[in-house]
């Protein structure tokens, strides 16, 4: 949101020749602003799947993650399989959850309201809320709180485990895929996009393009995502965890639906 503010204050004057972003919502949101430019290019349309790009070409994905159900390897034996699964009264006491004013629990909530509607995802997080779940504003904080039992199932974003894996091959916590049955797990994605007033367009969309293609392999590796483009593979640990079935067609959404999250967030109680 900040970088946001600051290119629209800026406007014609900004310094700025591209913008990246760790969620979806507010690369959509920049684009609602219009202080992104629409792009011509085979390039970036031939590598990014449609579903990981705005309609109108102004932003790309270049990496993805998932929000998944994640639970202790050593204390669970039959974790949920579903968001609203989180809320089973079973887990009372067992569960950590970001806080709301996350963007990345935003934007799992966004996609609920999409999927559910609004009725029943306020439903599903009344039921997280009702398992009085301890709120921790650290992802690696969350998957070390299940690891050392001060939870016994989170939801957290998947490449924080790929960190945490290099530094103990055995660390005590799975990735449980959700909504496998339906319309598949929420992913959220690294993007970017050229400012409308780039005092560089050119250069500034020869880096996207880079970054959507030859540079994709080390932009994902590096944090432990999965590359936008399909033609690169994740790297061995991330390939690890399996595959999945993803909640794609939730991503360029989720702004739209930002404003009604953050209501039904602050409606159900949930800190």
């Known amino acids: 949101p900040e970088l946001r503010e600051r290119l629209i204050a800026e406007g014609a004057n900004t310094p700025a020749d591209l913008v990246m972003a760790a969620d979806a919502a507010n690369i959509e949101l920049a ?15 031939d590598a990014i799947p449609a579903e990981l790009r705005s309609e109108d070409d102004d932003w790309f994905s270049l990496s993805q993650r998932a929000r998944v159900v994640i639970a202790s390897t050593e204390r669970v034996d039959d974790p949920p399989t579903s968001y609203a699964g989180v809320g089973d009264p079973q887990w009372k006491g067992k569960v950590c959850l970001r806080p709301s004013t996350h963007p990345y629990t935003q934007s799992l909530v966004a996609s609920l309201i999409i999927a559910e509607g609004e009725e029943r995802a306020d439903e599903i997080v009344q039921s997280w809320v009702d398992n009085d779940p301890l709120y921790i504003n650290s992802d690696t904080d969350i998957y070390k709180a299940v690891a050392d039992g001060e939870c016994d199932i989170a939801i957290a974003n998947t490449y924080y485990l790929g960190r945490l894996q290099t530094e103990d091959p055995a660390f005590p916590v799975e990735i449980v895929w959700p909504e496998q049955d339906g319309r598949g797990a929420h992913v959220n994605v690294s993007s970017a996009a050229v400012t409308r007033h780039a005092p560089n367009p050119d250069a500034a969309l020869q880096l996207l393009e880079w970054l959507a293609t030859d540079g994709q392999q080390a932009f994902a590796d590096a944090n432990f995502e999965y590359p936008a483009n399909a033609d690169v593979e994740p790297n061995d640990v991330v390939a690890g965890w399996g595959e999945f079935v993803a909640d794609l067609a939730a991503v360029r959404q989720l702004g739209g639906f930002q404003p009604a999250a953050v209501g039904l967030l602050s409606a159900t109680g949930y800190e």
């Open 31 to 45: 684009s609602d602003a219009d202080v992104l430019a629409s792009v011509d290019s085979t390039v970036l349309t």
